[in-house]
């Protein structure tokens, strides 16, 4: 079955940069039948989609709109994983941060698999 | 964009008892890409229905989906220890966010 292992500092400093990574076992970061995502959430935003990376002949990697231009999702197919990075963190940041398997065309959005989340403190 | 509203915030029952659980839409929903995730506490989310009513894999048939429209409902027949946890409803398709309600927490009375 498909497992990911998520991996990364759990402890932040405002301004730094946050770097989180998903390990896939089960399933391939290359399929081009399924999209890799993060989704964080935190009590006062609840679960918010981040981003993902997917590859369909070539490597598409997109953001959502509230964290455009501080978010990167990107593929390591050395090592059959994928990463987030967000800069100029805050406070505000401070959330279970989720990796999540998404499916093909209209199911791209539905995670079927998730990690088991880690708990990022932006805190200096 | 869309915002779904879950009720009620908390539901209070006994094991055994049936539950059912409310999701409402800001708009219509021109598909059946609705669905429902249960979280544990200290868990990720793990899904049960996708498509308003088709449960997912390994998901007890206690469980069904239902809905159209703006109004959707899950609806948990008779309910297990183990059922106790929150309950989140999502809107799902190609475009992101792929946005979630705010959550029922379903608690032992």
């Known amino acids: 079955q498909v497992q990911l292992q998520q991996s990364g500092p759990g402890l932040v400093k405002p301004s730094q940069t946050l770097s989180l990574t998903c390990a896939i076992s089960g399933d391939s970061v290359s399929n081009n039948r399924v999209i890799w995502n993060w989704i964080r959430q935190s009590p006062s935003r609840g679960l918010e989609w981040l981003g993902r990376?997917?590859?369909?002949?070539?490597?598409?990697?997109e953001s959502a709109v509230s964290v455009r231009g501080r978010v990167s999702v990107n593929p390591d197919t050395s090592k059959n994983q994928f990463s987030l990075q967000m800069n100029s963190v805050t406070p505000e940041d401070t959330a279970i941060y989720y990796c999540?398997?998404?499916?093909?065309?209209?199911?791209?959005?539905?995670?079927?698999?998730w990690g088991p989340g880690t708990l990022v403190t932006v805190s200096s | 964009e869309m915002v779904l509203t879950q009720s009620p915030g908390t539901l209070s029952l006994s094991p055994g008892e049936r539950a059912t659980l409310s999701c409402r839409a800001s708009?219509?929903?021109?598909?059946?890409?609705l669905a429902w995730y249960q979280q544990k506490l200290g868990q990720a989310p793990r899904l049960l229905i996708y498509g308003v009513s088709s449960r997912a894999t390994g998901i007890p048939d206690r469980f069904s989906g239902y809905g159209s429209g703006t109004d959707f409902t899950l609806t948990i027949s008779r309910l297990e220890p183990e059922d106790f946890a929150v309950y989140y409803c999502?809107?799902?398709?190609?475009?992101?966010?792929?946005?979630f309600g705010q959550g029922t927490k379903l608690e032992i009375k």
């Open positions: 708009q219509s929903f021109i598909n059946s890409h």
């Open positions: 999502q809107q799902y398709g190609d475009t992101p966010p792929g946005t």
């Open positions: 990376t997917y590859y369909r002949s070539k490597w598409y990697l």
């Open positions: 999540a398997r998404g499916g093909y065309g209209s199911t791209a959005l539905l995670f079927d698999v």
